[in-house]
């Protein structure tokens, strides 16, 4: 309805409908608080003007009143705070199976990899109609990966991933905006989300030339920092089985227990030490500062393709970019 209306950057995604809902009726409901306040200052302003004889009685407390107008107000803020709620679990949860991009954000550029292997920077070109993960960590200060037509904004934090996704429902070039002050050149960290057909976006994907998907450039780097010595897929080696690792409930030697998403991957390389899985010796070397964003990134998609049933043969992962298969029949 109001898509030509310059108010409103354009929507292109299925978060930006619901937000400029929740926006709309935000707006709406302190128009009407202001406009009543403003009536009632009229009304009341004129009906107790100074007069002969006419004085208004103060009311000397009343329970019934004092109910109400904290009982309305309480429904009305609720009625926000759900509202608000349900729209930031949606986004906060991407559903099972989306492809999934990498951000590395610096100093004063996006740095993105897809998986299977594409890399950019300061342009994302995703397809239509698809759902994406973005998998976003900065390699110094924070930044915030902002896109209007989306109405999403995620801050991107050094030292640990950040995660938003979004569903591209209209096909255009879209702003990217830094939305964190991160210094001088802030202004200028800019760039564009390409949402293509999907039939233009397999051209696209094709046309660059890649190293391989992430999961292969992940493994080769396995091999290179010595990795696969400790962790083994054939026997138990000095360090666990990866295999299966990525969404499982790890038990720790001190009786924690964590789930092993992104971001413990992430710091079982870095610093191996901080949490030591039940049953192994902290032998594992520590990894900061020897990888760099981009490679933890590939280590990290590699150990979650150990994960892909279709991996087959012990050790190798499934190579068939998982981004790129058609889309699912859900859809
Ligand atoms: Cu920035």
Known sequence: MFDNFPLWPARAATTAGQVDALYIFLVLLSAFMSVAIF?????FATKYRRR???????????????????????????????WGAVIFFRERTAPAGASEIYVVAKQWMWKLQHEEGQREINELHVPLGRDVKMIMTSQDVIHSFYVPAFRLKQDVLPGRYTTMWFHPTKAGTYHLFCAEYCGTQHSGMIGQVVVMEPAQYQAWLGGGTTTGSLAQSGQTLFEQFGCNTCHRFDVQGRGPNLKGL?????????????VADENYIRESVLNPGAKVVSGFKPIMPVFQGLVSEEQLNELVAYVKSLNTPASGAAGTPNLQSPGIQPPTPKE
Do not use: N
């Open 52 to 82: 002969h004889g006419r004085q208004a009685e103060p009311i000397e407390g009343s329970i019934s009143l004092e109910i109400t107008w904290s009982v309305i107000p309480l429904g009305v803020f609720l009625v926000i705070f759900v």
């Open 246 to 258: 990525f969404g499982k409930t790890v038990q720790l030697e001190d009786g924690r227990s964590v």
């Open 39 to 43: 009536i009632m200052i009229l009304v």
